[in-house]
């Protein structure tokens, strides 16, 4: 059947999908009521005409700037630096943080070719020149792995002079973990970060 073969091709292509799993979505979707197909459908068709990128930040939004970026709540001296919008939920979710974003949508990855003109870095430059106050902080919230720390390295360098101060989120030991399960990189970036109590 070709066009049960075509669905399973195209649920494979999403993250964390393999072969098997594809098919148990596929035979799901035929014995599925034409209402719930409907919906499926119609519900990715809204999500792609309908989300956007804010024109300030970069995120997700339904509207042409999102909900943090309107907050008069929020601390407009601070902007964390993430790579993908996804960052930003897990991030709100802590609560630690009451400032603004940027989303880069992506890292610098010269395996991958892709340099600093392929990801976010000029919009975050004009944002940061046309800013209204002076930018206090920026927090460095890249991926700590190669590309998160070739990029934040970068950025760094970057914005150093251009505002107040520029810092990076601590990483190491979780909370609950055990050392002696704790790979070497991480242990010694958590000795690294160390702070004072």
Not at 141 to 155: I, V
Request: some cysteine; proline content about 5%; aromatic content about 6%.
């Amino acid at each position: 059947m070709q066009s049960f073969d075509r669905l399973i091709r195209a649920l494979r292509k999403l993250p964390g999908v393999g072969p098997r799993q594809a098919e148990r979505f596929s035979n799901y979707l035929l014995r599925a009521s034409q209402g719930e197909v409907e919906e499926l459908v119609s519900s990715i068709i809204d999500l792609k005409q309908g989300i956007k990128l804010c024109r300030v930040c970069h995120a997700y939004s339904e509207s042409e700037i999102c909900p943090i970026c309107s907050d008069p709540d929020r601390d407009k001296s601070s902007i964390c630096i993430v790579e993908d919008p996804q960052d930003i939920e897990a991030i709100e979710k802590t609560g630690a943080f009451k400032g603004l974003y940027h989303v880069l949508h992506g890292a610098i990855s010269p395996m991958e070719g892709r340099g600093a003109e392929q990801i976010k870095v000029k919009e975050l430059l004009a944002r940061i020149e046309k800013s209204k106050e002076p930018i206090a902080e920026i927090i460095l919230a890249t991926d700590p792995d190669a590309e998160g720390e070739t990029t934040a390295l970068y950025l760094a360098d970057l914005l150093r002079g251009m505002v107040g101060r520029v810092t990076r989120i601590g990483y190491g030991v979780p909370l609950g973990g055990d050392i002696d399960y704790i790979d070497e990189m991480t242990l010694g970036y958590s000795f690294k970060g160390r702070t004072k109590i």
